[in-house]
Protein backbone atom coordinates (compact mmCIF):
# COMPACT_ATOMS: atom_id res chain seq x y z
CA UNK A 1 0.00 0.00 0.00
CA UNK A 2 1.67 3.40 -0.93
CA UNK A 3 0.25 6.51 0.69
CA UNK A 4 1.48 9.40 0.30
CA UNK A 5 -0.05 11.25 4.01
CA UNK A 6 -1.84 9.35 5.83
CA UNK A 7 -3.77 10.80 9.25
CA UNK A 8 -4.06 9.86 12.51
CA UNK A 9 -8.07 9.17 12.16
CA UNK A 10 -6.71 7.20 8.87
CA UNK A 11 -4.25 5.42 11.18
CA UNK A 12 -6.00 3.92 13.92
CA UNK A 13 -9.01 3.25 11.27
CA UNK A 14 -6.32 1.01 9.67
CA UNK A 15 -4.69 -0.78 12.39
CA UNK A 16 -6.50 -0.23 15.84
CA UNK A 17 -6.64 1.72 18.96
CA UNK A 18 -3.97 0.26 20.90
CA UNK A 19 -0.99 -1.58 19.19
CA UNK A 20 2.13 -3.25 20.62
CA UNK A 21 5.68 -2.68 18.81
CA UNK A 22 8.35 -4.95 18.44
CA UNK A 23 10.45 -2.19 20.47
CA UNK A 24 11.10 -1.78 24.34
CA UNK A 25 12.56 1.29 26.02
CA UNK A 26 15.41 0.90 28.33
CA UNK A 27 14.96 2.04 32.23
CA UNK A 28 18.02 4.08 33.90
CA UNK A 29 17.84 5.60 37.49
CA UNK A 30 15.23 8.51 36.65
CA UNK A 31 14.84 11.36 38.60
CA UNK A 32 10.96 12.71 40.13
CA UNK A 33 9.99 14.79 37.92
CA UNK A 34 7.77 18.06 38.68
CA UNK A 35 4.87 17.05 41.09
CA UNK A 36 1.65 18.12 39.69
CA UNK A 37 -1.21 17.99 42.27
CA UNK A 38 -4.21 17.05 39.92
CA UNK A 39 -3.62 13.27 40.07
CA UNK A 40 -0.34 13.07 42.19
CA UNK A 41 2.04 12.44 40.14
CA UNK A 42 5.75 13.92 38.51
CA UNK A 43 5.89 14.50 34.69
CA UNK A 44 9.02 14.93 33.48
CA UNK A 45 8.59 16.88 29.86
CA UNK A 46 12.14 16.58 27.91
CA UNK A 47 13.50 18.58 25.39
CA UNK A 48 14.26 15.96 22.85
CA UNK A 49 14.15 12.22 22.43
CA UNK A 50 16.29 10.35 24.97
CA UNK A 51 18.56 7.62 24.02
CA UNK A 52 16.76 5.11 26.75
CA UNK A 53 13.85 5.27 24.65
CA UNK A 54 15.53 3.47 21.98
CA UNK A 55 13.37 5.26 19.04
CA UNK A 56 16.13 6.14 16.14
CA UNK A 57 17.37 9.90 15.69
CA UNK A 58 15.87 9.77 12.31
CA UNK A 59 12.26 9.69 13.51
CA UNK A 60 10.47 12.85 13.61
CA UNK A 61 9.24 13.19 17.31
CA UNK A 62 7.44 15.50 19.76
CA UNK A 63 6.27 15.83 23.24
CA UNK A 64 8.73 13.15 24.74
CA UNK A 65 7.62 12.72 28.56
CA UNK A 66 7.95 10.61 31.18
CA UNK A 67 5.88 10.08 34.00
CA UNK A 68 6.39 8.71 37.74
CA UNK A 69 3.53 7.34 39.67
CA UNK A 70 3.03 6.40 43.16
CA UNK A 71 -0.03 4.73 45.07
CA UNK A 72 -2.94 6.89 44.46
CA UNK A 73 -1.47 8.37 41.04
CA UNK A 74 -4.32 9.11 37.90
CA UNK A 75 -4.79 10.57 35.06
CA UNK A 76 -8.28 11.80 34.54
CA UNK A 77 -10.70 10.61 32.05
CA UNK A 78 -9.36 12.86 28.79
CA UNK A 79 -9.13 12.92 25.36
CA UNK A 80 -5.81 14.61 23.93
CA UNK A 81 -6.36 17.12 20.82
CA UNK A 82 -3.98 20.02 20.69
CA UNK A 83 -4.95 21.81 17.49
CA UNK A 84 -4.08 20.89 13.59
CA UNK A 85 -0.82 18.40 14.62
CA UNK A 86 -3.57 15.61 16.37
CA UNK A 87 -3.52 14.54 12.37
CA UNK A 88 -0.18 14.12 11.81
CA UNK A 89 1.37 12.23 15.23
CA UNK A 90 0.51 8.95 16.31
CA UNK A 91 0.81 8.57 20.63
CA UNK A 92 3.19 6.27 21.94
CA UNK A 93 3.57 4.60 25.70
CA UNK A 94 5.58 2.37 27.30
CA UNK A 95 4.86 1.29 30.94
CA UNK A 96 8.22 0.57 32.35
CA UNK A 97 7.38 -0.80 36.12
CA UNK A 98 3.99 -1.97 37.39
CA UNK A 99 2.09 -2.56 34.15
CA UNK A 100 -0.13 -5.46 35.49
CA UNK A 101 -3.62 -4.26 35.32
CA UNK A 102 -3.65 -4.55 39.58
CA UNK A 103 -0.76 -2.54 39.39
CA UNK A 104 -1.55 0.06 37.34
CA UNK A 105 -5.30 0.05 35.43
CA UNK A 106 -5.24 2.06 31.75
CA UNK A 107 -8.07 2.50 30.37
CA UNK A 108 -9.31 3.39 26.64
CA UNK A 109 -12.48 4.06 25.77
CA UNK A 110 -14.62 1.34 27.84
CA UNK A 111 -11.50 -1.05 27.71
CA UNK A 112 -8.58 -2.09 29.82
CA UNK A 113 -5.13 -2.30 28.56
CA UNK A 114 -3.10 -5.34 29.18
CA UNK A 115 0.09 -3.83 28.94
CA UNK A 116 4.06 -5.87 28.93
CA UNK A 117 6.52 -4.05 30.72
CA UNK A 118 9.24 -2.29 28.59
CA UNK A 119 7.16 -2.64 25.03
CA UNK A 120 6.27 0.69 23.35
CA UNK A 121 2.22 0.48 22.34
CA UNK A 122 0.82 2.80 19.73
CA UNK A 123 -2.26 4.28 21.43
CA UNK A 124 -5.01 6.35 19.83
CA UNK A 125 -4.94 9.00 22.75
CA UNK A 126 -8.12 11.26 21.19
CA UNK A 127 -10.48 8.70 22.60
CA UNK A 128 -11.07 8.96 26.40
CA UNK A 129 -8.28 7.82 27.94
CA UNK A 130 -7.26 7.62 31.78
CA UNK A 131 -5.01 5.56 34.65
CA UNK A 132 -4.86 4.35 38.25
CA UNK A 133 -1.98 3.76 39.78
CA UNK A 134 -2.05 0.60 42.70
CA UNK A 135 1.28 0.89 43.68
CA UNK A 136 4.02 2.79 44.05
CA UNK A 137 6.92 3.92 41.34
CA UNK A 138 5.23 3.01 38.20
CA UNK A 139 6.98 4.62 35.18
CA UNK A 140 5.48 5.04 31.73
CA UNK A 141 7.18 6.75 29.20
CA UNK A 142 4.89 9.07 26.33
CA UNK A 143 5.94 10.36 22.80
CA UNK A 144 4.53 11.48 19.69
CA UNK A 145 5.60 9.64 15.99
CA UNK A 146 5.14 12.57 13.11
CA UNK A 147 3.26 10.17 10.96
CA UNK A 148 3.39 12.74 7.72
CA UNK A 149 6.88 12.12 7.86
CA UNK A 150 8.03 9.74 5.48
CA UNK A 151 11.33 7.86 7.44
CA UNK A 152 9.31 8.33 10.47
CA UNK A 153 6.31 6.46 9.04
CA UNK A 154 7.68 3.66 7.80
CA UNK A 155 9.89 2.81 11.05
CA UNK A 156 6.70 2.97 12.66
CA UNK A 157 4.70 0.62 10.31
CA UNK A 158 7.86 -1.67 10.20
CA UNK A 159 8.09 -2.27 14.18
CA UNK A 160 4.67 -2.66 14.63
CA UNK A 161 4.30 -6.37 15.87
CA UNK A 162 1.65 -9.30 14.91
CA UNK A 163 1.34 -7.80 11.33
CA UNK A 164 -1.04 -10.72 10.41
CA UNK A 165 -3.73 -10.81 13.12
CA UNK A 166 -4.26 -7.20 12.33
CA UNK A 167 -4.68 -8.33 8.58
CA UNK A 168 -1.85 -6.65 7.42
CA UNK A 169 0.55 -8.54 4.65
CA UNK A 170 3.73 -7.63 4.40
CA UNK A 171 5.90 -3.91 5.01
CA UNK A 172 4.41 -0.72 3.60
CA UNK A 173 6.29 2.04 2.01
CA UNK A 174 5.97 5.42 0.85
Given at each position: ??IDFM???????????????????????????????????????????????????????????YVHN?????????????????????????????????????????????????????????????????????????????????????????????????????????
Amino acid sequence: MNIDFMNVAEFHSLYGHTIPMALHADLPDLPRGEYWDVGRKYVTKLESTPEYFNIPDFVKTRGCVYVHNDQGSFFRPHRDIIGNHTQQYVRLNAYMTNAQVNECTYIIGEEIQRFEERRWYIINPRLTHMSMTWKDNAIHYIVDIDVSDSKSYNWLYNNMVDMERMGISGKNTR
